[in-house]
């Protein structure tokens, strides 16, 4: 809560001058100071229910690509940020050796296929003696010994006429092998995308482990938050998210939860969750962290007040809430030139009041403890703490302490140097 403390002393600093000159008495003495803090009127309602995730960004059909052999690079052609089509050409390995063990392959394979020829004539021409030999041994006109002895020559001619084909299957083999190794030698763009994180310079030896490029389609991206066991019994699929991203909290996105793993992770126990939205306008990039809020259900219907009007006192050790009971019945409040903003009034009672907490927003809190329209201390808290049981108050709108809780230390820092300036100048 730094920044309260910060807006607090930006608070006293506004109201010092003031005052001084109305808390001296008649007599010119001077009183204790009564602080001045700032208030809004408790609403009633239910509160969304939420759980604020931290998400990774992934493109649509994301892809990383990595060589399928290794080898120099010698030619790349695509940048990041270019668009490719499924199937274009990326990068080019030296292809020398490959091309020339294709080169042997092919002319081991006309070797097997002329061997093959070679034993399918001599078979044929063995065949064609068995067949005469036969005739002439069933006529009596040849010995029982010499057809034999030419049957079996066929065997062994058949035989090896199997060995050359079975090695001629073996060259065409070795030629689809050395073939598909010189295709390997291209890298090609497995999908159609925008290719990024490019890997790979001419004279680069990459092997199958290194990353050349990552490719996907940034039309539409992928958030994937990690659930635990006790989100998984309430986060279902289809539920409504709303993205924001720590370099744009102003833009707001939304989309739903579309998928939910069934399993776990042994290690972590938590299961993943995805989140499929649209990328039109480019706010998302992959690798970008974003908060992702999935909203459950709502709260049971209580008094909403904003986070930074819950306090925590010192003394009692209890959270609660400063609150003024009394204002409405004492106070008119009056409001400034522009007939909006209410000034300064009081002093008032003020009293500290234990609450039950229901739900917890990010910036607003469901509590039991104090009724709706109850006027609440927002701001300088820490001033009432040993400032006694009176205060001046301030009113402001809703929008206006929201805002302020979203706003960083810094900002606060400048507003104050602003403030310090106006007052040098008067």
Known sequence: MRYIAIYSLLLITFVACSSENEDSNENGRRQAPVPTVEAVTAQFGSLPLEERLSGSVKAKNQSEIFPEIGAPV???????????????????????????????????????????????????????????????????????????????????????????????????????????????????????????????????????????FTIGDLSSMKVEVSLTEGMLSRIREGMRVQLTTPIQQDTVMFANVTRIS????????????????????????????????????????????????????????????????????????????????????????VEFRRIEIVARGREVTAVRGIEPQTHIVTLGHNLLVDGGNMTRVKMVEWDHILNLQQMQSRDLIKIIQQRNSQQTGL
Do not use: C, W
């Open 262 to 349: 069934p399993f776990l992770n042994p290690v972590s126990h938590t299961a993943t969750a995805e989140i499929e939205i649209n990328n039109d306008g480019g706010l998302l990039r992959p690798g970008m962290y974003v908060s992702a809020d999935i909203f459950y259900g709502d709260s049971d219907q209580a008094t909403l007040v904003p986070n930074n009007a819950i306090y925590r006192h010192p003394r009692e050790g209890f959270e609660g809430i400063f609150i003024t009971p009394s204002l409405n019945q004492e106070l008119n409040f009056a409001s400034d030139d522009d007939g909006q903003t209410p000034q300064i009034v009081g002093p008032t009672a």
């Open 74 to 212: 010698m030619q790349v052609l695509v940048n990041n940020g270019d668009r490719v089509t499924r199937g274009q050409h990326l990068i080019r390995l030296r292809d020398i050796e490959a091309a020339e063990q294709l080169n042997q392959a092919e002319a081991n394979l006309r070797i097997a296929n002329a061997q093959v020829e070679q034993a399918q004539a001599r078979l044929n021409q063995q065949e064609n003696q068995l067949r005469r030999i036969s005739q002439l041994a069933e006529r009596n006109l040849q010995s029982q010994a010499e057809l034999e002895e030419l049957q079996a020559e066929v065997m062994a001619a058949r035989a090896s006429y199997n060995l050359s084909v079975a090695q001629e299957a073996q060259a065409q083999s070795v030629v689809e092998e050395r073939r598909n190794t010189l295709n390997k030698m291209v890298i090609k763009a497995p999908i159609s995308g925008i290719v990024g994180e490019r890997n790979a310079e001419i004279g680069q030896f990459v092997t199958t482990g290194t990353r050349v």
